[in-house]
């Protein structure tokens, strides 16, 4: 791998070979494979990648949220400098709200059903400062508001299953977002909103990164969203980062075969949609069976050097990028032109 220039300032998060394998009846599946990418204070990284690319697998095991039974997680995830990945339970525990907020696609796996949600937004407000009762009500109200749910004042006593499932995932996001973490995961967190909500979230997200610095990881397939929120683009295939760069370059002078199919059907990012991830022919390789060389060979068009069917390509630099910050890709066969 080439040298990388010293970032100016120190990252919300560095993450240094992240490997992980889940035990399956089918054997070791290798879902995560030497991830390394670091988020800075305010700044936004949207990960990409077909599904069964590791995205979920890689952040659910920076939080210590996989079968421990089941999965082995190795490598170094520094948040602010202090390691997730060999952190106690309790630790972790402490860490995740006030330093982490969390949004998954599915908002009941984060919602408690018995409990309203003005509960479980002022529990999450009181665990992590010293807020009276009625302080952190009036903050839940408010964050609700801001998160775009109508009459707040009456949605605050609703439990979950009175709420639709967009206003379940907006009280999820106020909940993440409730004590301005260091970092925010955003998993799939605005695919099922409207694109007016999806717009006020991403608007509430911004201000929370200019006042308090949050970094911020969006897994997303939403190329409208990655244009519109991304700093970088790190992009997954087979549990490995195959490029990355400035969303400017991935997105617009992708050099890995891989990349540049995924956006083969770029629609016009202007457009307020912004369309979905392309598919590409052929079906991604199984975890419990990753091809030796480049993981994307099978079903590479271009294979154009001897060391694809064998040698796997380091990820190196292709390019400085036109904000100073290399552009990196993970290919025998580079294409077009890097800036
Ligand atoms: N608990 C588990 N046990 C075994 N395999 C798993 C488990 N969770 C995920 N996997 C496998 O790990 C691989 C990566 O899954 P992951 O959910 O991270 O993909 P993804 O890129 O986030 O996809 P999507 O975009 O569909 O969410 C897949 O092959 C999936 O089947």
């Known amino acids: 791998m080439s040298a990388l220039p010293e970032p100016a300032v120190e ?25 390394s990418y670091t988020v800075g204070p305010g700044e936004t990284v949207a990960v990409v990648g077909e599904s069964g690319s590791g995205k979920s697998v890689s952040v659910l095991a920076l939080m210590g949220l996989l079968p421990a039974r089941t999965a082995t997680v ?4 520094l948040l602010r400098g202090e390691d997730l990945l060999t ?27 018995v409990l309203t949600v003005g509960r479980q937004l002022t529990e999450g407000i009181r665990a992590h400062g010293a807020v009276s009762k009625a302080a952190a009500r ?37 909940i993440a977002l409730a004590n301005s973490p260091s970092l925010l995961i955003a998993d799939e967190a605005t695919t099922a909103l409207d694109v007016t909500v999806q717009a006020q979230i991403l608007d ?37 980062c195959v490029e990355d ?17 995924l956006l083969g059907a770029l629609p016009d990012l202007a457009a307020d949609d912004g369309g979905d991830l392309a598919t ?41 990028g036109r904000a100073g910050l290399p552009h990196r890709a993970a290919t025998w066969c580079a294409e077009g032109e890097a800036s």
């Not at 190795?74 to 995830?77: D, E, Q």
């Not at 952190?87 to 059903?113: A, E, H, K, W, Y």
């Not at 949605?155 to 009175?162: G, I, S, T, W």
């Not at 969303?247 to 990349?259: A, F, G, I, S």
């Open 138 to 174: 009036a903050r839940a109200v408010e964050l609700l508001g801001e998160v775009g749910l109508p009459d707040p004042d009456r949605a605050v006593d609703r439990y979950p299953h009175e709420l639709s499932g967009g206003m379940r995932q907006r009280v999820v996001i106020a």
């Open 11 to 35: 990252p919300v998060l560095e993450v240094e070979d992240l490997r992980v394998d889940l035990r399956t009846p089918r054997g070791t599946a290798h879902v995560v494979n030497g991830l």
């Open 280 to 320: 590409i022919p052929g079906t991604p390789p199984a975890p419990t069976d990753l091809p030796a060389g480049c993981v994307f060979w099978p079903r590479c068009p271009v294979r154009g050097d001897a060391r694809c069917e064998t040698e796997q390509p380091p990820l190196a630099v292709v390019g400085s």
């Open 245 to 261: 760069g400035t969303v400017d370059d991935v997105l617009e002078r992708p050099v890995h075969p891989y990349t540049r199919g």
């Open 74 to 77: 190795t490598g170094r995830a």
């Open 87 to 113: 952190m106690s339970p309790d630790r972790l525990r402490q860490v995740r709200g006030p330093g982490v907020g969390m949004v998954f696609q599915d908002p009941m796996t984060s919602l408690n059903p």
């Open 204 to 240: 509430l997200v911004e201000r929370l990164q200019a006042d308090h610095g949050t970094g911020v990881i969006w897994i997303t397939h939403d190329l409208g969203v990655v244009a519109g929120v991304a700093d970088r683009v790190l992009v997954m295939y087979g549990g490995r």
